[in-house]
């Protein structure tokens, strides 16, 4: 046929087949992104192109909104960069608008229970990647490739297991920040493990996966969910007030913010390893990264460190791994990011036309790099709510802040879990 093959077990990705036209666009829209036809990584971008939206997400708002009816739970909600920038194109709102007070009093005015924001757990990401950077330098075991994203490291598993050494052990930040939640957030709170819920607001299906995984995120829902979510319990989106994210595990740094953007993770390391590496704050450049910021598929400079120079790479889209595998090798760092445009252009963001989605991309980046640099604190070092993490908790509990990339795994729909060794290449 036609179009993409979407398992029946998938847990990421739904086809409705009275409205599937067997148009190809799916197909093609796999092909341009992640140069193949036949297999599928969980990115979602054939959501974003169908033209009779026989795509979606796999949805679990249903589940999350039956446990905001259950007072025998904490239901804790921590929210994506990248969906504050995207939920008002669902709403009326010029594209990008920056409505992060408005998703807040929104999640609220649903029952949430605790809503905090996962620059947080992306701030505890750089932290621990930057720290893993600074090692392999010093160590000579470069390069070294991100880990963020789910699909890439899918990806990576499947087609190229000896780059999955080179991964980055990090694990992502909203598997972070689940972690920190069913630690950190149950012990200071006292309440028990097992009466928390955690729900993952993200523009991401892959991290329906991803969940499966890091089983301390007990759900994740998109964007696109959320708008279902609002307009089942009729809330006026436009008419709410303005609200904060709870502390604790709440807002992070201006670096945690732009993770959301492709080659804002890059930047957002960069500021706090030279910070590392110096003891002084980065120079200006470090954040007006110009570079390494946009859409383009392949960004790429070299970087003075003082000590030493640093070769980077910034990747959109599996199809330009694929391009450039043996050239990405002679980089010391190199992010890599599945969507176009990075999280911002995601599979679980609301649908758009077709047409506008690259213009309508670049204003959720605008969107993003503006309130980083109108945000005080910037680097995630400063970030006295990381600090005190790491103080309280991190340097004296054992939290699972890293992984071991080693296995592929498929589910099914049942949460049965199997797995497959990847084979090396030959």
């Known amino acids: 046929m036609n179009r993409v093959e979407v398992d029946k077990n998938n847990v990421c990705l739904n086809r409705v087949e009275e409205k599937c036209i ?33 795509l979606t997400p796999k949805y679990d708002y249903q589940k999350v909104l039956n446990y905001l009816k259950d007072t025998n739970y904490t239901v804790v909600v921590f929210t994506a960069p990248a969906v504050r920038v995207a939920i008002g194109d669902s709403f009326g709102f010029p594209p990008g608008s920056f409505l992060e007070g408005k998703m807040v009093s929104a999640l609220r005015k649903m029952g949430f229970d605790y809503v905090f924001d996962t620059t947080f757990g992306a701030d505890l990401t750089i932290m621990e990647e930057a720290n893993e950077l600074k090692k392999r330098i010093e160590e000579k075991k470069l390069p070294m490739f991100t880990s963020c994203c789910p699909s890439w490291v899918l990806y990576a598993e499947k087609y190229y297991p000896k780059l999955v050494s080179k991964l980055s052990t990090c694990k992502s930040p909203i598997a972070m920040q689940g972690a920190m939640i069913k630690s950190y957030f149950s012990k200071m709170y006292n309440i028990p493990t097992k009466k928390i819920i955690s729900v993952s607001l993200t523009p991401c299906i892959s991290k329906k996966y991803e969940r499966f995984l890091y089983p301390e995120t007990d759900f994740v829902i998109t964007t696109s969910e959320l708008v279902l979510m609002i307009r089942q319990l009729e809330i006026d989106f436009k008419s709410l007030k303005e609200d904060c994210f709870d502390k604790l595990l709440g807002k992070g740094s201006g670096g945690g913010l732009i993770f959301g953007t492709s080659g804002g993770v890059m930047e957002s390391i960069l500021r706090t390893l030279y910070y590392m590496i110096n003891k002084e704050k980065a120079p200006d450049l470090f954040y007006q990264f110009t570079d390494i910021r946009g859409e383009k598929d392949f960004k790429e400079t070299i970087v003075d460190m003082q000590k030493f120079k640093l070769k980077i790479a910034v990747v959109n889209k599996m199809a330009t791994i694929k391009k450039l595998i043996n050239k990405l090798q002679e980089y010391d760092f190199i992010e890599v990011m599945s969507c176009p445009g990075g999280c911002i252009g995601g599979g679980g963001q609301p649908l758009v036309a077709i047409k506008d989605l690259e213009a309508i991309r670049q204003e959720r980046i605008n969107s993003m790099y503006q309130d ?38 498929n589910f099914t729909n049942n949460d049965e879990i199997s797995i497959i060794e990847t084979k090396e290449e030959k």
Do not use: W
């Open 22 to 54: 067997n148009c190809g666009m799916c197909l093609k829209t796999c092909k341009n992104i992640n140069g193949f036809e036949k297999d599928c990584i969980n990115c979602g971008q054939c959501i974003l192109t169908c033209p009779t939206g026989a």
């Open 372 to 409: 980083d640099k109108n945000l005080e604190i910037k680097d995630s070092y400063m970030n006295q709510e990381i600090r005190d993490a790491y103080d309280y908790y991190i340097n004296k509990e054992r939290v699972e802040l890293h992984t071991n990339h080693k296995k592929i795994k």
